[in-house]
């Protein structure tokens, strides 16, 4: 057993004995995807900005099979460290096709958080969507290996997934975030750790109160559909890199973890509303999807099995 993974066996202990904070699985809606019905395609006037966080040259092809899942034109900005990867990522993307490409090379430090609310800060302004993307890659623990895939799958694994989370989008203009349910194998994880005191700091400057036995719920994996202007207090706090400690394997209990708990906060500060999403086949326990056959569906989904934080 490597350093690494021995710091996870004593952090898995610590989860497990932390006070639960997210409802119990069986009361965790999430909306079924793709939706029932064939909403209308939808095009470029929207506005997309895909942010991808590629530390893992070696994912690019993985990444670039996905995003072929999105059926109208976006613009693509990748982030990495070093400039052979970048190296890597420009073959790849040489003959992209798909609309304009913007590739930087940021520090390996503050993991994908970072490049995304700091590196990128300059993005959100000029789309009014955005899909937050990296590399995730968890060596860490044997049964987290197939997170990734799942996470992907679950919010681009296909066209129809693609067209039903923009109606979603269009259908409920005050609908900010759009995630993924949790990896079952994750569940113990999803409350504070020891991020509460380092949260509850950043969320007050955003004008948020936390508090320790309230519920919780976030992208676990920080990946995740956002329109721009719910994620706009966060993006205006004007975080550096400096703000984010340097890299030495963290499991927890860093800025970047605290930024992945306090985004549905964030979308309710800013006055929107979030959902979770799953895709049946993906999940051992669906009595708490919801499939979803209208718009009408969909208003009763957020109105009756959708939850706030900050209230």
Same mark, same amino acid.
């Given at each position: 057993m490597?350093?690494?993974?021995?710091?996870?066996?004593? @952090?898995?202990?610590?989860f497990?004995?932390?006070?639960?904070?997210?409802? $119990?699985?069986e009361?965790?809606?999430?909306?079924?995807i793709?939706f029932? %019905?064939?909403?209308?395609?939808?095009?470029?006037?929207?506005?997309?900005?895909?942010?991808?966080?590629?530390? %893992?040259a070696?994912?690019?092809a993985?990444?670039?099979?996905?995003?072929?899942?999105?059926?109208?034109p976006?613009?693509?900005?990748?982030?990495?460290? #070093?400039? &052979?990867?970048? /190296?890597v990522?420009?073959?790849f993307?040489?003959?992209?096709?798909?609309?304009?490409?913007?590739?930087?090379?940021?520090?390996?430090? +503050?993991?994908?958080?970072?490049?995304?609310?700091?590196?990128?800060?300059?993005? %959100? &302004?000029? %789309?009014?969507?955005?899909?937050? =993307?990296?590399?995730?890659?968890?060596?860490?623990?044997?049964?987290?290996?197939?997170?990734?895939?799942?996470?992907?799958?679950? @919010?681009? +694994?296909?066209?129809?997934?693609?067209? &039903?989370?923009?109606?979603?989008?269009?259908? !409920?203009?005050?609908?900010?975030?759009?995630?993924?349910?949790?990896?079952?194998?994750?569940?113990?994880?999803?409350?504070?750790?020891?991020?509460?005191?380092?949260s509850?700091?950043?969320?007050?400057?955003?004008?948020?109160?936390?508090? =320790?036995?309230?519920?919780?719920?976030?992208?676990?994996?920080?990946m995740?559909?956002?329109?721009? /202007?719910?994620?706009?207090?966060?993006?205006?706090?004007? =975080? #550096?890199f400096?703000?984010? $400690?340097?890299? !030495? +394997?963290?499991?927890?209990?860093?800025?970047?973890?605290?930024?992945?708990? @306090?985004?549905?906060f964030v979308?309710?500060?800013? +006055?929107?509303?979030?959902?979770?999403? &799953?895709?049946?086949?993906?999940?051992?326990q #669906?009595?708490?999807?919801?499939?979803?056959?209208?718009?009408?569906?969909?208003?009763?989904?957020?109105?009756?099995?959708? $939850?706030?934080?900050?209230?």
């Amino acid at each position: 057993m490597n350093y690494r993974q021995a710091s996870f066996k004593r @952090l898995f202990t610590r989860f497990r004995r932390a006070p639960p904070t997210i409802r $119990p699985i069986e009361l965790d809606f999430s909306a079924a995807i793709p939706f029932d %019905y064939h909403p209308a395609a939808h095009t470029s006037a929207l506005g997309l900005a895909v942010i991808c966080h590629i530390f %893992y040259a070696d994912m690019v092809a993985e990444f670039g099979r996905y995003l072929q899942n999105i059926p109208f034109p976006f613009d693509l900005f990748i982030s990495t460290d #070093t400039e &052979s990867k970048e /190296a890597v990522i420009r073959r790849f993307f040489a003959n992209w096709m798909k609309g304009s490409i913007d590739i930087r090379l940021v520090k390996n430090q +503050g993991r994908d958080i970072a490049p995304k609310f700091v590196s990128f800060r300059d993005v %959100y &302004s000029s %789309y009014e969507y955005v899909l937050h =993307l990296h590399s995730k890659r968890s060596d860490h623990a044997g049964f987290l290996a197939n997170w990734r895939g799942f996470l992907l799958n679950n @919010l681009i +694994g296909s066209t129809d997934i693609v067209n &039903s989370i923009f109606a979603a989008f269009s259908h !409920c203009p005050r609908l900010g975030i759009i995630a993924s349910q949790h990896f079952e194998p994750i569940r113990p994880f999803i409350n504070w750790g020891a991020n509460f005191e380092i949260s509850s700091k950043l969320a007050n400057r955003m004008g948020i109160t936390l508090r =320790l036995n309230h519920a919780l719920d976030f992208p676990s994996g920080s990946m995740f559909w956002a329109r721009s /202007a719910a994620l706009k207090p966060l993006v205006e706090l004007n =975080l #550096t890199f400096d703000d984010f $400690p340097s890299e !030495c +394997g963290q499991l927890d209990g860093t800025l970047a973890h605290a930024v992945e708990r @306090l985004s549905y906060f964030v979308c309710e500060r800013a +006055g929107f509303r979030w959902i979770k999403v &799953s895709h049946p086949k993906l999940f051992n326990q #669906t009595g708490a999807i919801v499939r979803i056959e209208g718009p009408s569906s969909l208003d009763r989904f957020l109105a009756e099995k959708t $939850p706030t934080l900050i209230a």
